[in-house]
């Protein structure tokens, strides 16, 4: 069995969720970044003995259109797939029904997913420094669970998942990242921005048609110089306080 860990993470978040599923299962795994424009996922298959772990990041309850065509490319061919869903303490809603729906038409089989709590990309108030001590130690459990099943043959490839079809509407949110004046143009998050929505000869400005709002390049700035507006944001973090303040847990589904 071969273990790849295929993710979409442009602030770290799901990658941390991941990585502890990931140990779970120990030796070597080979990582395949869903953020990277660059790279030519119909060229990347799998085999029926290979075991993927899939984690994407919930953005308004749907698998990131990104993301989406991206695995929609790979060729499965059989390989297993445990899915992880990795949302902001609001709701992750459609996501891992979608997700299941993009990898069974992939040709991968989904034996089991998790619905993960991070650390909210824009309002950093919310789930703030999740997956914490708590939170790893029981997506620890989680791993050790599915695998114990999978070595006892006890995994089904009938995963019953929350969600609905249709699946809810998410056109973006209008919070999109600009350049402050001591940007110094080094490039870094048009080289990382994952659908290209920052110009490589013009680093200080964005495309807010294709900004997805995922907050890759205010995370990685060396000078810290992209920012959100503080306006927007205040107004979006007191319209979701009732909703997101609770501590929401995080979900095995086999």
Not at 143 to 172: A, H, S
Not at 206 to 234: F, N
Request: charged share 25%; aromatic share 6%; hydrophobic share 35%.
């Amino acid at each position: 069995m071969r273990l790849y860990k295929i993710i979409f993470s442009p602030t770290g978040g799901t990658e941390k969720v991941a990585n502890q599923l990931v140990q779970s299962f120990g030796g070597e795994t080979d990582t395949i970044d869903l953020t990277d424009f660059a790279a030519e996922f119909h060229q990347i298959s799998f085999s029926e003995e290979d075991l993927c772990i899939v984690a994407v990041p919930s953005f308004g309850g749907r698998v990131p259109g990104a993301a989406a065509a991206r695995l929609g490319a790979l060729k499965a061919n059989g390989a297993k797939a445990i899915l992880i869903a990795v949302y902001g303490n609001r709701a992750y809603e459609d996501t891992l029904l979608e997700l299941k729906t993009i990898l069974t038409d992939s040709g991968f089989r989904c034996i089991a997913a998790v619905a993960a709590v991070a650390e909210h990309s824009i309002m950093h108030q919310f789930a703030q420094g999740r997956p914490d001590k708590s939170d790893l130690e029981q997506l620890a459990q989680f791993g050790k669970e599915i695998r114990r099943r999978m070595e006892e043959n006890l995994v089904t490839e009938d995963l019953v998942l929350p969600g609905n079809r249709p699946y809810r509407e998410y056109n973006g949110v209008p919070i999109k990242p600009s350049a402050k004046k001591s940007c110094t143009n080094c490039g870094l998050c048009a080289k990382k921005c994952p659908v290209q929505a920052i110009p490589l000869d013009d680093p200080s400005k964005t495309d807010h048609e294709a900004c997805i709002s995922c907050m890759r390049c205010v995370s990685i700035c060396p000078t810290h110089s992209r920012e959100v507006s503080k306006i927007l944001t205040t107004i979006a973090a007191n319209k979701m306080k009732k909703i997101c303040s609770e501590r929401k847990e995080n979900e095995l589904f086999m």
